[in-house]
């Protein structure tokens, strides 16, 4: 079986940080490029931050600088540092692989606010 179970979503003020996990139970995801991605309230999932299998990593315009996307492959788990966290950061954020993509999982919120 394979489960993508996301956590550390929590409510922060502007300015804080987070760490997301993600943790692929029933898989070994070290051949596939993982991925986060966010829903916030009234728009679409997007594609925030991905990491190849080799270590490389991209982002969103959004929030480059700010967050750190990792992977620990013998753990089988996605990380997401999020720093100087903004209000527009605010969304569900979900973990996936970039393709194929597994079964959605139900996100963990994030929440910035004063």
């Known amino acids: 079986q394979v489960q993508l179970v996301e956590s550390g979503g929590d409510l922060v003020q502007p300015g804080g940080s987070l760490r997301l996990s993600c943790a692929a139970s029933?898989?070994?995801?070290?051949?596939?490029?993982m991925a986060w991605y966010r829903q916030a309230p009234g728009k679409q999932r997007e594609l925030v931050a991905h990491?190849?299998?080799?270590?490389?990593?991209n982002y969103a315009d959004s929030v480059k600088g700010r967050f750190t996307i990792s992977r620990d492959n013998v753990k089988n788990t996605l990380y997401l540092q999020m720093n100087s966290l903004k209000v527009e950061d605010t969304a569900v954020y979900y973990c996936?692989?970039?393709?194929?993509?597994?079964?959605w999982g139900q996100g963990t919120q994030v929440t910035v606010s004063s």
């Open positions: 029933g898989s070994i995801f070290s051949l596939y490029t």
């Open positions: 996936n692989r970039i393709a194929p993509l597994l079964p």
């Open positions: 990491i190849s299998t080799g270590g490389y990593t």
